[in-house]
């Protein structure tokens, strides 16, 4: 099984396609914000772009956190959302260490499914689906 990767960060022009194809093709919403992948600067334009994202834990802190177990663990690193099973409390957004969850107005929780489509909008190929190595919490994958 293979995870998102961001290995190319340097090329990244803060144009948000990622972002907007995971919203799009994913979760079906057209805001940026309501996507598994979201890019910031990194403070500067000098300074560049990061992806912030699940980064695919082999030991999900968010699953650990969740009540309902609307979480669940993918085989290969990262997790899966059950919608129909998630009250919408938030503890696995406060749960994970790298702010890969997101939460909108609306309650409804945003994660990388690790599903890759956003790979293939990225115009200065930024990203990478790699094959899955045990991650630690919290480690930057290159
Ligand atoms: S704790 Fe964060 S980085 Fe780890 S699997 Fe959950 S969402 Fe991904
Ligand atoms: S918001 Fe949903 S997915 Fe997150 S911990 Fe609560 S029930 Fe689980």
Redesign the pocket.
Known sequence: MKILTAPHMERCIGCHSCSLACARLVHKKLSWESAGIRIRSAGGLSTGFYAVRCLGCADPF?VA????G??IRRRGGGVL?REK?????????QACPVEGIV?DRDGR?YVCLQCGQCVDYCPHDCLEMREARSVEPGEVIA
């Not at 956190?65 to 309902?68: E, I, S, V």
């Not at 099973?85 to 957004?93: A, F, N, P, S």
């Open positions: 968010c956190a969740c009540p309902t609307a979480l959302l099973k998630c009250i919408q409390c938030g503890d696995c957004v939460q929780i």
